[in-house]
């Protein structure tokens, strides 16, 4: 039986659940009679890079049981996106280590990563059995019905909409929340599985599969208020035009750009300030609040699907299963059945790798400022049991005396 060395890492942005497929590797590797050796990688494949590693296999079932149910990033992450001469400096690291087995838990561009690295193994002919491991709130990973790290970050949005409806309900106004998601609008429709009663915000839901138009997003305001005397809006940070500008650039006059040359969209509230100040502007309405999800959306504590743990532990257990029986690389995927239970298949890495999923029309309403309840039957099962309600007052009115009306 030849020895096993299995290295795992972690990248692009945390979420709530990234550290139960952490746990399901390692704890899967174990059970594994040939693994000798199970690295961690600090900081993604910049850890890689740097040999900045960590031994997993002297830490306690205990803590890495107490890990798993921790939200972030346990060993760290990175923002690079490696293009193949740094990948074949992370190829070189693994084959100085005599790496067998390498997982990566990440989004598209980790996956893009794996199958570059599987391919500099190939070409060397060096034994190398790459696995890349599904993770990212954008839920933008095609071919899989969802994404481990999603139906968390969904749980939240739908709550904080929630919330939010509730105080907008109380001291009506204009309630305008940006979400994340810059091409795929998962998240930001998240936030209507918070409605409860038919008058319930958000009112309009604003995604990046259609295009924005200003003049008539300041219509649907105009018409919402009319009509309900109050207004919420959920807006993902990647609304465009119909020349695909980000509407956050056109706006603005100055904004920052990732290392990656896009528009810094996260972690920034210029859009929700923007937005609100054309609606005070052009509508005339004094109360108007906006607010930036940002990266609460990602780790935020006490809010987590138990849907999304047990599923993340899982394609963390099978990635290890299909590297070690398998006998290919490639890509774990979530595949649903029934009206829910799920099963997981590996997918060849250039059939995920560098590719982006959105929302299918199906999810979307006519209007386009709504979902359908086909996205409500989708998404509801994956935020998992416990969530909070919601309730009313009944209006039971008291006659009254001095200001009753004259006849």
Known sequence: MTPAKILVAQGGGPTAVINQSLVGVVLEARRQLAVQAVYGARHGVRGIVDEDFVDLAQETSHNLELVASTPSSALGSTRDKPDAAYCHRIFRVLQAHGITHFFYIGGNDSSDTVRIVSEEAAAAHYPLRCIHIP??????????????????????????????????????????????????????????????????????????????????????????????????????????????????????????????GNVQLSGTGALADLLCEEIKARLGIKRVRGDTLGYLQRSFIGCVSDVDQREAREVGEKAVQFAFHGGRDGSVAIKRSGYYSVDYVLLPLNAVAGKTRVMEDEFISASGTDVTDAFRLYLRPLLGSGLPDAFRLRPNPVAKILNAEKP
């Not at 105080?167 to 409605?195: C, E, I």
């Not at 409860?196 to 604003?206: A, E, Q, R, T």
């Open 135 to 260: 993770k990212t709130i954008d839920n933008d990973l095609v071919l899989s019905d969802h994404t481990p790290g999603f139906p968390s970050a969904a749980r939240f949005v739908a709550q904080a909409f929630a919330g939010a409806n509730l105080d907008n309900a109380a001291l009506p106004g204009v309630y305008l929340g940006v979400v994340m998601g810059r091409h795929a609008g998962f998240l930001t429709a998240a936030s209507a599985l918070g409605k409860k009663f038919p008058d319930d915000g958000p009112h309009l839901i604003y995604l990046p599969e259609r295009v924005f138009d200003l003049q008539r997003f300041l219509d649907d305001v105009k018409a919402t208020m009319q009509n309900h005397g109050r207004c919420v809006i959920a807006v993902s940070e990647g609304i465009h035009d119909a020349s695909g500008q980000p509407i956050a650039a056109q706006l603005a006059k100055d904004l920052e750009h990732d290392a990656h």
